[in-house]
């Protein structure tokens, strides 16, 4: 069967993988109200088409913190991808280097930084967690910063991990033929089984629950790779992100695996948006499965896009090939969802061309 969109992805996924695998990638918190929301929200903004545009060219590029890449659609960091194909992380660079765009790497890969790098040319960013021992975390920054990679995406949405129920049904832990390569030298690479969830244990013992602001600070001293804050939902922990000196934000609710009943990032955005004023770039993670949605956020504001379950979801079903398709069809979506709203760049998108649920006519254009 041919796949059309990617969220077919998903069921194959579903079939190929171990139960644990599947659960871990798709799950969420709790309840998972939030991961259903992050999907539904978007359903709830519609389009303000343009017509009788010329749209024959139509321009995807921009500049992430300086770096040209082909279209706002870029690669969250999911952790221990090797648990969806052997080639996990390589494969994942390849096809973000092939699409022209940037891969974030997560702390906890089944790769290394120096692996990665090793695939080829690419911009990547590195996902980093805080652990207790802030001289692992000064050595993997340096090393990341030594391997080419040209930001750190902090994670601040995980002092604990959170309750991911069939985490602990599945007793997940890291398959035995697997390491978090980054922290293999430092006897950090495994997971311990345990009686509840093998990660959330990894996490009480090694993350470093007293993470605050001043930390923020603290990594702009060891490193000069630029800092996005990821895990923002409200205006006011945006401000406070600027102040400490983050070169941007991502708006994430975690793929709705840490707190339940926060709102959809999309839903969140916009806030956060308004209170940067535009001082740095704000970008979304979460729910993000058709090139309309691309287009949404960034007509709320949004200078780019993560997608992460989408990742490891194709890379299960197809390897390197499956990454591929799932970019590229999110890129000819949003192209196309460009050229039917009569956009012909990304500075062409607006606030006018979407009506969103909490919109008063006010806030509509005047005719």
Not at 187 to 208: P, W
Not at 268 to 294: I, M, N, S
Not at 320 to 341: C, H, I, N, Y
Request: net charge positive.
């Amino acid at each position: 069967m041919e796949i059309t969109n990617v969220t077919e992805y998903e069921a194959i996924a579903k079939q190929k993988l171990p139960k644990m695998v599947y659960d871990y990638y798709a799950s969420g918190a709790e309840d998972q109200w939030t991961l259903q929301e992050n999907r539904n929200a978007f359903a709830r903004i519609l389009f303000r088409p343009r017509i009788l545009i010329d749209v024959n060219k139509i321009d995807m590029t921009t500049t992430v913190l300086g770096f040209k890449i082909s279209m706002p659609i870029m690669v969250a960091p999911t952790a221990m991808q090797k648990m969806a194909h052997p080639e996990g992380e390589y494969a994942t660079a390849r096809a973000a280097s092939a699409a022209g765009t940037i891969m974030t790497l997560s702390s906890w890969a089944t790769s290394s930084v120096e692996e990665v790098a090793s695939t080829g040319p690419g911009i990547r960013f590195f996902q980093l967690y805080v652990y207790k021992n802030r001289k692992v975390v000064e050595q993997l920054v340096r090393r990341a910063e030594k391997a080419g990679f040209k930001a750190i995406a902090l994670t601040v949405d995980t002092p604990r991990l959170g309750r991911r129920e069939s985490d602990i049904k599945n007793r997940f832990t890291l398959p035995s033929n697997l390491t978090l390569k980054n922290f293999e030298g430092l006897d950090l690479g495994k997971m311990d089984e345990a009686n509840d969830s093998g990660l959330a244990s990894y996490v009480a013992g090694q993350i470093d629950r007293t993470l605050s602001w001043k930390d923020v600070q603290w990594l702009q001293t060891i490193t000069s790779m630029p800092i996005l804050v990821k895990g923002v939902l409200t205006g006011e922990d945006a401000r406070i992100a600027i102040q400490a000196g983050a070169a941007g934000i991502i708006v994430s609710n975690h793929g709705a695996r840490q707190l339940d009943y926060v709102p959809a990032t999309i839903s969140a955005l916009e806030e956060v948006v308004k209170a940067t004023q535009g001082r740095v770039p704000v970008f979304l993670d979460g729910g993000v499965r058709r090139g309309t949605d691309v287009f949404k956020a960034l007509a709320l504001g949004a200078s780019g896009i993560f997608i992460g379950r989408p990742v490891v979801f194709s890379l299960a079903a197809e390897g390197e090939a499956g990454v591929r398709k799932v970019l590229q069809m999110l890129r000819d979506e949003f192209e196309l969802t460009m050229a039917l709203s009569g956009c012909r760049s990304l500075s062409e998108i607006t606030r006018n061309h979407i009506v969103t649920e909490w919109d008063t006519p006010r806030h509509l254009p005047r005719l």
